[in-house]
């Protein structure tokens, strides 16, 4: 694969389109490697092309496991020697850095004391968001707004007042209450925004930290049909979609002969990072995923087929109560029943056992979720400049803070004409 310069990649229509093409054929040609989960999967196809791979894999020690899924870039030179093209991933998922300088991002952060029911990691993100946007020539739109934390960051540097718009009335009512006792210059209304009588209100400048799927599409469409002057999106969340397959939004990207058609399921994988998550919610993760594990090998052992069997998300309490007590749970979920006699113990270490293998065999697949999100994001940057819009796309801040560090911003440039799109 050739890819241009990291330098050149993000200077106009074309070079989103050549990065966008480069990574959809590539995503295309080693699907074998992404699409299959091995969650579900016990032994994917390629474990059995590449045994020299999987043994490699297999020999790393549970500490090496997490710290290269942390390193891709690191990893991938790893794989490489079964996998060539990854020799040029570092340029493949390589972006600009739109990062302000740490006192800019200081500056533009709510102060602890005014950031009244704001998670602390919501205030940085916000912060830094905020402080890449900067200046702010309109008045802000806050889509999906929650309670205003946003809105309430970016207030102090926005001409007149920010609207936001919140389909939950309970978000509603505080994000007002704590908008009138800070006295910042905030009003949120009740909107779905997905409603087809939708009305946006003009010049203004639509903003969105991590609005998922759908809502943030929504925004890119309803937002650069109504001409906004500006758009600034982090997206999150890409398979939350009433598609079963997704279609790119940029008629370019749609008219690509091999244009990638991923599934909702292919599309969790761009999201799957838990770089964030407190040590306490990995571990309760770990626990359950093993559970899951040890039911599965024992369905497929009750019902005589190799097929896994997907079980609804718990309760908690389940989590005190055992893994005898989740098969048992699991099994009634799915109309099974159980023997009178079941080696629980025995299914648990295997569990254990599958788990250890499903997060070596997903060291592989996770190498694809930057390049699958990218294949996103640049495709919604192709959109907006058919659109009428000049666009910049990097990153707003360290994956430490959230491994969703995207940032679309798009400005309209006066005197352009939208592409007319032939899909939906």
């Not at 496991?65 to 870039?73: E, T």
């Not at 801040?397 to 995207?406: E, F, I, Q």
């Amino acid at each position: 694969m050739t890819l241009p310069p990291a330098a050149s990649l993000h200077h106009g229509a074309e070079s989103f389109y050549q990065h966008w093409q480069q990574l959809n054929d590539w995503l295309v040609q080693h699907s074998e490697f992404w699409q299959p989960a091995p969650f579900m999967t016990p032994e994917p196809a390629w474990a059995r092309l590449y045994p020299e791979l999987g043994t490699m894999l297999a020999e790393l020690t549970d500490g090496e496991c997490q710290q290269l899924d942390g390193s891709p870039v690191e990893l991938a030179a790893r794989v490489a020697s079964w996998l060539p093209s990854l020799d040029r991933y570092a340029d493949m998922v390589q972006l600009p850095e739109l990062l302000p300088a740490p006192e800019k991002a200081s500056e533009a952060t709510l102060p602890e004391i005014r950031a009244t029911d704001m998670p602390g990691r919501k205030r940085l993100q916000s912060g830094a968001f905020t402080a890449a946007l900067i200046p702010l020539e309109h008045p802000a739109l806050d889509w999906c707004c929650g309670k205003g934390h946003l809105s309430r960051t970016l207030a102090p540097f926005c001409p007149g007042e920010i609207q936001g718009f919140e389909w939950n009335p309970e978000l509603v009512r505080d994000g007002n209450r704590l908008a009138q006792q800070f006295g910042d210059p905030v009003s949120i209304r009740c909107q779905d925004v997905m409603a087809e009588d939708l009305s946006l209100p003009s010049r203004h400048h639509g903003v969105a930290l991590h609005a998922c799927g759908d809502l943030h599409r929504q925004l890119l469409k309803r937002g650069s049909e109504a001409g906004l002057p500006r758009l600034s999106v982090s997206p999150c969340c890409y398979h939350l979609t009433e598609m079963e397959h997704y279609r790119p939004l940029s008629q370019r990207a749609a008219d690509h002969p091999k244009a990638l058609q991923p599934s909702r399921n292919d599309l969790r994988l761009a999201v799957q990072e838990t770089v964030t998550a407190p040590a306490r919610v990995r571990e309760q993760t770990r626990l359950v995923s093993q559970w899951r594990l040890g039911f599965d090998g024992l369905q497929r052992q009750l019902r005589g087929c190799d097929e896994y069997l997907p079980v609804p998300s718990n309760p908690p309490r389940l989590l005190n109560e055992g893994f005898p007590a989740f098969c048992r749970w699991a099994a009634a979920k799915k109309q099974l029943r159980l023997p009178d006699t079941v080696d629980f113990d025995h299914w648990q270490a295997f569990g254990v056992q599958r788990l250890a293998e499903v997060r070596r065999h997903e060291l592989v697949r996770h190498l694809f979720r930057r390049p699958l999100e990218l294949w996103m994001v640049l495709d919604y940057a192709l959109f907006l400049e058919e659109q009428g819009y000049r666009v910049r796309l990097g990153h707003f801040c360290d994956r430490s803070l959230t491994p969703r560090n995207l940032l679309l911003d798009a400005v309209r440039v006066s005197g352009t004409q939208p592409v007319q799109h032939s899909h939906p």
